[in-house]
C-alpha cells in the first residue's frame, strides 16, 4: 500500500488535465454534462466480486475497482456514489440511465460491446474452476470436464454463464446471485464446480485454507475487463480511455493490481 501512495502526487497534477477536459467537453456530452451538474458520478458494481469490489469486516466497499473508481472521481473533481446491484443487473441500470458506468468485473465481449462501449481495457482475467475435486482441478480445458455427471455454479448473466452454456454443455448449470452463494454451494457439495475468473477462484481458496478447495493452474480463457460506458456518449468514452491510459502509463495501474490481485494481506479485512 505504501508504494501505491507514491503515486498519488503525480495522479493528482493528472486529475487537473481531467477535471479542465471534463469542463471543456460539456454540453457536448450528455452523461458527462449529468455528472458534473449532479457533481457526483454514479458507479455500478456488485459489492460482492473480491478482490475487484466487495464488502469489508468494517462494512465498506473495498478492493481494485474502488480505489480506481475513487481515483477517477477525484480526478474529475466529483463526488463518488457507488451503486450496489447483482451483477446480472447492473447493465440493464446502465442502459435505462439509472447509472453512469459500470466497474464490475464485465468481460469485453462482441455480445455486449453491440449494446455498449468500453473504456479500457484496466485488467486482464480468464475462466477458471473453485472446486473440492481433484479429477476437475486437474483439468487441461474445458473438454475434459463437460461430462453430464458434473455440475457447475456461474453468476448469472456473466460470461462465467455464457462459459457454461458454450464450453460444458453436457453439465448442468446452476445460476447464482453473487459469488458467496457459489463458494457456499462448493464448500456443501452442492455443485462439483463454480466457474468464476481466476483471481476470485484463487481469492476463496486462500480465505479457506483448510476447507479442501483447490483451482486450476491455469485460466482457460483470456479475458480483458474494462469500464462499461453508455454507448451514446463516446465523449465520456474518449475521457476514460485516456485517463486509464495515462494511468497505465504512469505505472498506478500495475501497482493497484499488485497490491489488489497479488497480495493478499488484505484478506484480512473480510468479514
Do not use: H
Not at 12 to 19: I, K, M, Q
Not at 128 to 147: C, F, G, V, W
Amino acid at each position: 500500500m505504501r508504494l501505491l501512495k507514491r503515486f498519488v502526487a503525480s495522479v493528482s497534477l493528472l486529475a487537473l488535465g481531467l477535471a479542465a477536459t471534463a469542463s471543456a467537453w460539456a454540453g457536448d456530452s450528455p452523461i458527462l454534462d449529468g455528472i458534473l451538474d449532479r457533481g457526483e458520478i454514479r458507479v455500478g458494481m456488485s459489492g460482492n466480486q473480491p478482490p475487484l469490489n466487495t464488502r469489508s469486516r468494517a462494512g465498506g466497499l473495498i478492493g481494485l475497482e474502488v480505489d480506481l473508481a475513487k481515483q477517477l472521481s477525484s480526478a474529475m473533481g466529483v463526488e463518488l456514489k457507488i451503486v450496489n446491484k447483482p451483477f446480472g443487473e447492473l447493465l440493464d441500470a446502465l442502459g435505462k440511465g439509472d447509472l453512469d458506468i459500470v466497474m464490475s468485473g464485465v468481460g469485453i465481449t462482441a455480445a455486449r460491446s453491440a449494446k455498449f462501449s468500453f473504456a479500457g481495457p484496466y485488467m486482464m482475467s480468464g475462466k477458471s474452476i473453485l472446486t473440492k475435486s481433484s479429477t476437475l482441478a486437474s483439468a487441461a480445458d474445458a473438454e475434459d470436464i463437460n461430462q453430464s455427471d458434473f455440475s457447475f455454479a456461474a453468476l448469472e448473466n456473466s460470461t462465467s454463464q455464457e462459459f457454461v452454456e458454450q464450453n460444458l454443455p453436457d453439465g448442468k448449470l446452476v445460476k447464482i446471485k453473487d459469488y458467496d452463494e457459489g463458494v457456499k454451494m462448493v464448500l456443501d457439495g452442492k455443485v462439483d464446480a463454480m466457474v468464476a475468473d481466476m483471481p476470485i477462484c484463487v481469492l476463496s481458496v486462500l480465505r479457506y485454507p483448510d476447507a479442501g478447495l483447490t483451482t486450476l493452474k491455469r485460466p482457460m480463457t483470456v479475458e480483458p475487463v474494462g469500464i462499461v460506458v453508455p454507448s451514446s456518449d463516446p465523449q465520456l468514452l474518449t475521457l476514460l480511455d485516456n485517463y486509464l491510459e495515462a494511468l497505465e502509463g504512469m505505472g498506478y495501474m500495475a501497482e493497484l493490481r499488485k497490491v489488489w490481485l497479488q497480495d493478499g494481506s488484505w484478506i484480512a479485512a473480510l468479514p
